[in-house]
């Protein structure tokens, strides 16, 4: 089993930047792939950006050039560092890890509100 926790979100104004976190733990030694999905009230969860366990990302249109995705797998810790907030970014980020075999693991989200 792999137990992940979101931490970092909260209240920003529109341009401004925020880091949130997602600290694995369990049988995090053969997590492949890990990613940051969000959703806001009424629409269906969408990704948002992935990272495999050999550093290759891959970022939604939205969000390139703004969000940084990275991972620190001595600290079994992923992070999205997300700057130049806009109002529509506004959700519940949620991190999801997946292991070959097993299948996926999702954490419980963390709030993500940006004001304009």
């Known amino acids: 089993q792999v137990q992940l926790v979101e931490s970092g979100g909260g209240l920003v104004q529109a341009g401004g930047s925020l880091r949130v976190s997602c600290a694995a733990s369990?049988?995090?030694?053969?997590?492949?792939?890990m990613a940051w999905y969000r959703q806001a009230p009424g629409t269906l969860r969408e990704l948002v950006a992935l990272?495999?366990?050999?550093?290759?990302?891959n970022y939604t249109d939205s969000v390139k050039g703004r969000f940084t995705i990275s991972r620190d797998n001595a600290k079994n810790t992923m992070y999205l560092q997300m700057n130049s907030l806009r109002p529509e970014d506004t959700a519940v980020y949620y991190c999801?890890?997946?292991?070959?075999?097993?299948?996926?693991?999702g954490g419980q989200g963390t709030q993500v509100t940006v004001s304009s």
């Open positions: 990272i495999t366990s050999h550093g290759s990302t």
């Open positions: 999801y890890a997946y292991r070959p075999g097993f299948g996926w693991y």
């Open positions: 369990g049988s995090t030694f053969s997590i492949n792939v």
